[in-house]
């Protein structure tokens, strides 16, 4: 049995689509178990660059069957505009390898309505920063049980009904919000043109994905954002509202925990956030804006510019706990050339003392969570063209044994470039050693 859990390790934007983009070569289906289209997942294949926002990151393998299952949140628009774009790119099977859960919970416009209403009113000090798509409101009706099911896109007459029920629950919050309510005949109206497109992409993800499995087909379970935007384990309440972490997999996906056969973190060889919340590495200097211009340190989704900082091993140790990583990808290691020297946050100095464990609770307050760096030293040679470690300059090779030591967490995976090339694959989690199925 084969199902392998691909989950950010940081603040989201760790390169998650390339490296599911690349594992996928030895996968047959690969199912998305949780966010919406707040997630911006970068494929880059020969020429053609792909951000994917709903679709999984296996969508340019052709023949893969994609899983888009419970766990997530999904906006028809966004969705059919991602379709549609790679019909026009050639891609003409796009929804014969296509399966919509009929439990995912639809995003509605007034969902984006009260998102958007919410962070342009708060005080700047409490604004989320969210992606303003509807994310946190979705997933709210979903909790307060007056959410929409992709299923119920199959009887427009019976959704009018439920859908009017349900703008009577946010009448209040959009209203203090100074909105207006749409009705629930306008939504139906928006929503028949995409109902048409989406109900015969409907099914079981549920069935799906442990049929897969059973069968003995390699099965990538994708999870969007990261470890620290996990509702439950990230940076509250500066996260996003679904289950990031691994353990979302299995809920997201409708599959019990033990089909699950290993966990990949994906982690940058530094760190960024975008949005607001506690960042204690984060570089406000000309370090840090030499990493944003380098990196391309923007938002794939929103274009806002990504907060830069130092690789956190603490936070590393963290989310190999919270999700029990096996091994790691490690991307963007290029961008760190021609810095001189390197640092990295071992431990942090907190008013218990030194200790090498992410104090997550005390990170709000900058004076009880103090980071302590090692130095290493930096490197000036282009890594772009590199395919092995041990072709790596020593000072690089250096900097992955040691993360890979701190952090206690084997390397799988080594990242050089955006493209499917730059990568020096150590381990394939799907056949063992690279190149030994
Ligand atoms: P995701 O949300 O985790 O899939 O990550 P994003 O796609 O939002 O952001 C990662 C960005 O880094 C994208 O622009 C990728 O094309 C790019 N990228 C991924 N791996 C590498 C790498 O090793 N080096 C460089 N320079 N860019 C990379
Ligand atoms: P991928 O999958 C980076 C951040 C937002 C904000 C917070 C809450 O591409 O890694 P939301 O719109 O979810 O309510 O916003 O979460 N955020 C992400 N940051 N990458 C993402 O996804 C993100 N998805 C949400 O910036 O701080
Ligand atoms: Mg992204």
Known sequence: MSAVVIVGAQWGD?????????????????????????AGHTLVVGDEKLIVRLLPSG??????????????????TVLIGEIDELHRRGHKDIESRLLLSDRAHLILPY???????????AKESEAIGTTKKGIGPCYEDKVRRTGVRAGELRDLSQLQKRIATTLKAWEPTILALGGEVPTAESMIEYLKPLAARLVPLLGD?????????????????????GTLLDVDHGTYPFVTSSSAVAGGAAIGAGIGPNRISSVLGITKAYTTRVGGGPFPTELEDEQGKHLRDVGDEYGSVTRRPRRCGWLDIPGLRYAARVNGIDGLAFTKLDVLTGMKTLKVCVAYDTPQGRVEDLPIDLLD????????????????????????????PLAARNYVR?????????????????????TITLHNPFVGRAGTP
């Open 111 to 121: 969902h984006i309505q009260i998102d958007t209403l919410r962070e342009s009113t």
């Open 59 to 76: 969508i340019l393998r052709p023949g893969t069957l994609c899983v888009m299952a419970q766990g997530m949140v999904v906006d028809p």
């Open 365 to 392: 307050d900058p004076s009880q969570a103090i980071p302590v760096y090692e130095e290493l030293e930096g490197w000036t040679e282009d890594l772009s063209e590199v395919r092995v470690l041990d072709q790596l």
């Open 14 to 38: 760790e390169g998650k689509g390339k490296i599911v983009d690349i594992y996928m070569e030895s996968a047959e289906v690969v199912t998305r178990y949780a966010g919406g289209p707040n």
């Open 402 to 422: 040691f993360v890979e030591e701190k952090s206690g967490v084997p390397m799988y995976l080594v990242s050089v470039g955006p493209s499917r090339a730059a």
């Open 205 to 225: 993800s549920s069935k799906a994905t442990n049929d897969a499995i059973l069968q003995g087909k390699r099965v990538m379970l994708e999870g969007a954002q």
